[in-house]
């Protein structure tokens, strides 16, 4: 039988490809940056989940390699307003997408906040799914949530 892996306050980055998805929860520890991210010296794993997890607008690099060896990007795409019971598209504006890596999101109605994509199982109208192209991110709606906004975060390699 394996070893468990024990817990330890130094995160080795080779170990594992969610160490920034886990920075943002793991108090304290030291994080050691991995061969090609130059830092002048080593940050606690707070200090790298603010200056590396990166939800905004712009195209950020993530640090993290897909498994054809190319670095995975992150860019999260604002929708003022959801379709009425049917698909609409908003262009994420990516430039030379090969790969899309990982899609999700949220959506709120000023109240209440959804994952996207969402599932209900009791009132399947509800739902709402997610996709996208090379051009634009869908939404499919299947009841009115005009009156709700939406943030989508792909993740995707360049060609």
């Not at 468990?4 to 793991?26: C, H, M, N, Q, Y």
């Not at 504006?93 to 209900?120: E, H, Q, S």
């Not at 109208?125 to 709606?141: C, H, M, R």
Request: proline share 6%; charged share 20%.
């Amino acid at each position: 039988m394996a070893e468990p892996v024990r817990p330890t306050t130094r995160w080795d980055f080779k170990r594992s490809g969610l160490a920034r998805e886990l920075a943002a929860i793991i108090p304290g520890g030291t994080y050691i940056p991995p061969p090609g991210i130059n830092f002048r010296d080593t940050k606690s794993i707070p200090q790298f989940a603010q200056e590396v997890i990166d939800y905004s607008e712009s195209e950020a690099k993530t640090g993290l390699k897909w498994a054809t060896g190319k670095n995975i990007h992150r860019k999260t795409v604002t929708i003022s307003a959801l379709p009425n019971a049917g698909s609409g598209s908003t262009a994420h504006g990516i430039v030379n997408l090969d790969t899309i890596t990982r899609i999700w999101g949220i959506c709120k109605d000023g109240t209440n906040y959804l994952p996207i994509p969402y599932a209900d199982t009791a009132a399947t109208g509800t739902q709402v799914e997610v996709y996208a192209d090379a051009t634009n991110i869908t939404i499919v709606t299947g009841t009115d949530r005009r009156g709700d906004s939406a943030y989508i975060t792909l993740e995707y390699t360049k060609g």
